[in-house]
């Protein structure tokens, strides 16, 4: 169920940042299910918040929305702190939880119509359905929709009372990748509508394309935030050059030129490499020995390794101070 808000607030412009978030801890006994994280969210831009299950990810953007209390730090939403003006906030932002269900044997006009009057908003509801590419859907009942419908429902609801910030809690986990595809664009549709969106995700490909800032989470902590773009270039300077079906004499034959090698199966070997000069040498030097060689890829760094590589660097959940 979305999180309840009353009246559509008139909507004041604001230059300010959208979200400020200042040393967050949240605390359950002593384990730091968030731990001491600091980030700001731009006006207008979608911020992903990118990390594997049990990051935390969820439980940031809960205090973010005034459902959960956080254990210290301070938290502001449109310059309101979100443990004082609860009311205040809750007013201009919608809300996509995590697992968003309706009422199964009812249509989606009747969902947003009911989600409408709770919120008590007197929202255009085809241009709700329109927005979400639901308008064919309108009379079909919730029980029939598929996953990726299910979450443009969501979506749709999120937006009954015509919200500044949307929050949308891993919209596209579960559905196929033609599913998610249709959920990016409805989101694409959000941002060219200058909405501020805070998007949770394990999915770095989501990530990479939608996002202006990504900041990943790996146990309770940021390990690093910024445009895509500047991440990929930042945290993995290497270019890899994979050689497919090599000789496995090969390995050595690489090791001895000062390249550290990595076996990838089916007689691939993946070399971590700085300049196309590197590649040079590595191919003449397989030309030279005659090793046989059924074909090569050189590929820049993408989300996905920064990705793999931070969060492989932070230590373990079990790691953290669990203790009561
Ligand atoms: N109410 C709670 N009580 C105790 N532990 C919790 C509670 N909520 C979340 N956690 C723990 O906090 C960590 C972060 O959870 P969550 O924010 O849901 O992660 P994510 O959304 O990134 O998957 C997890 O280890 C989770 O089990
Ligand atoms: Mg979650």
Request: glycine share 8%; aromatic share 6%; with cysteine.
């Amino acid at each position: 169920m979305p999180v309840p808000r009353q009246r559509s607030a008139p909507s004041v412009p604001d230059t300010g940042p959208a979200i400020v978030v200042d040393r967050l801890c949240k605390r359950y006994g002593a384990f730091r299910a968030v731990d001491d994280i600091s980030f700001t969210v731009r006006s207008g831009e979608v911020f992903a918040f990118l990390g594997p299950n049990g990051a935390g990810k969820s439980t940031t953007a809960e205090v973010i929305e005034t459902i959960r209390a956080p254990t210290s730090g301070t938290v502001t939403v449109l310059g309101m702190d979100v443990t004082k003006r609860k009311a205040d906030v809750v007013r201009r932002i919608g809300v996509l939880p995590q697992n968003f269900s309706s009422f199964d044997r009812i249509t989606v006009r009747e969902s947003l119509q009911y989600y409408a009057r709770v919120f008590g908003s007197r929202a255009d509801i085809d241009a709700l359905m329109d927005l979400t590419n639901l308008r064919d859907k309108s009379a079909a009942l919730f029980n029939t929709l598929s996953g990726g419908l299910k979450q443009r429902l969501g979506i749709a609801v999120a937006l009954v009372c015509d919200p500044e910030i949307v929050f949308l809690d891993e919209p596209t986990t579960g559905l196929d990748p033609h599913a998610r595809r249709q959920v990016w664009e409805v989101l694409k549709g959000l941002k060219r509508r200058g909405k501020t969106v805070f998007l949770t995700t394990h999915y770095m490909e989501e990530a990479e394309l939608l996002a202006d800032t990504v900041a990943i989470i790996s146990n309770g902590r940021i390990v690093a935030i910024d445009s895509p773009a500047r991440l990929t270039e930042k945290h993995a300077e290497q270019m890899r050059l994979t050689l497919k079906s090599i000789d496995p004499a090969a390995a050595g034959l690489i090791r001895n030129l000062g390249f550290s090698p990595i076996p990838m199966g089916d007689d691939d070997l993946c070399v971590p490499v700085k300049t196309p000069g590197d590649v040079h040498r590595i191919l003449e030097a397989i030309q030279r020995s005659g090793l046989a060689l059924g074909g090569l890829d050189v590929r820049k760094p993408n989300l996905e390794e920064v990705f793999l590589k931070l969060t492989s660097e932070s230590p373990a959940a079990g790691d953290r101070d669990r203790a009561a």
